[in-house]
């Protein structure tokens, strides 16, 4: 049996995985499959409970599981496009399993997604996707912070997986400014001609938050504190956390593209008060994980 034309939305969690997979679904040739964790986690956890997976974990019993499920979807002239962010983190993983599968992995700002993640990550809990270090972040690091060292290291395992292997990279700032041109470039990765419902699903998309439309499930997260989708760190942080956000971001912010800057008019030499319980956790943090 031949597989079935299948591709994978990933991108860490609140980067916009939601919206862009809702504008792939509005293609009537796609079978669009939201977070289907009950299948994945079948296969288990990887290293420190974390959703972790590499290719040694596609065990023979997990592969034709899995294979089995997805031959089960859609029908032979749709293309299966699933949704998952934790499947971010899973790349050798997914490919051990579906090696023709296309990946679609969105970015976005990583100070954006560090205000986004704060109702699942910088609290109490973490209801998020989980990067191998997750457990030291939550003992030696709190609020936005620890959200964004969450996105970095998220980003960076999956860059770092997707060197040499043939994917499609969506911005964020992209998919929210010019959602049409993003569009048709999504489409014609996937192979998909234009189709009047795709056009008009684009106008749900806009980077203004006043009456927007929400993806599916994101008002869980969603907070009213912020008018614009692009740069809302300008608006959510202190300058203080701005620069605390910016000195643990700036080589990824930069090799991304994005301007490793403070908003103007906060001054950078006003004293931070970072949200660390300890500063000699702090800097063995550092010491071993950043820019690693």
Not at 79 to 101: G, H, Q
Not at 231 to 243: A, D, F, P, S, Y
Request: with cysteine; net charge positive.
């Amino acid at each position: 049996m031949s597989d079935p034309h299948v591709a994978f939305v990933v991108g860490c969690a609140r980067s916009g995985t939601s919206i862009l997979g809702e504008l792939i679904a509005a293609h009537p040739q796609v079978t669009y499959i939201f977070e289907a964790h009950h299948v994945w986690e079948t296969a288990g956890t990887g290293m420190n409970d974390s959703h972790r997976l590499v290719a040694a974990d596609a065990t023979p019993p997990v592969r034709a599981r899995l294979r089995e499920w997805l031959h089960g979807q859609g029908s032979p002239d749709t293309v299966i496009v699933e949704k998952t962010p934790r499947n971010v983190l899973r790349i050798p993983f997914l490919r051990a399993i579906f090696p023709d599968a296309q990946i679609i992995h969105i970015v976005r700002d990583g100070r954006d997604v560090a205000c986004s993640l704060m109702p699942g990550v910088g609290g109490a809990e973490w209801q998020h996707l989980k990067p191998p270090s997750w457990q030291q972040l939550m003992s030696a690091a709190t609020g936005v912070v620890r959200c964004a060292l969450a996105w970095k290291e998220s980003v960076e395992i999956a860059l770092d997986d997707l060197q040499g292997v043939p994917h499609l990279q969506v911005r964020y700032v992209e998919l929210v400014t010019r959602p049409r041109e993003e569009a048709r470039r999504v489409m014609r990765y996937l192979g998909l001609p234009d189709r009047p419902a795709v056009v008009a699903f684009c106008d749900k998309i806009q980077d203004s938050t006043r009456g927007s439309y929400h993806a599916r499930h994101q008002t869980l997260w969603y907070r009213e504190d912020h008018q614009r989708r692009v740069g809302r760190w300008r608006e959510n942080l202190t300058g203080e956390e701005q620069q605390a956000v910016i000195d643990v971001l700036r080589p990824l912010l930069q090799r991304l593209g994005y301007e490793p800057q403070p908003a103007s008019g906060r001054d950078p030499r006003a004293r931070r008060t970072l949200h660390w319980r300890s500063a000699a956790r702090l800097w063995d943090y550092l010491r071993g994980k950043i820019g690693t």
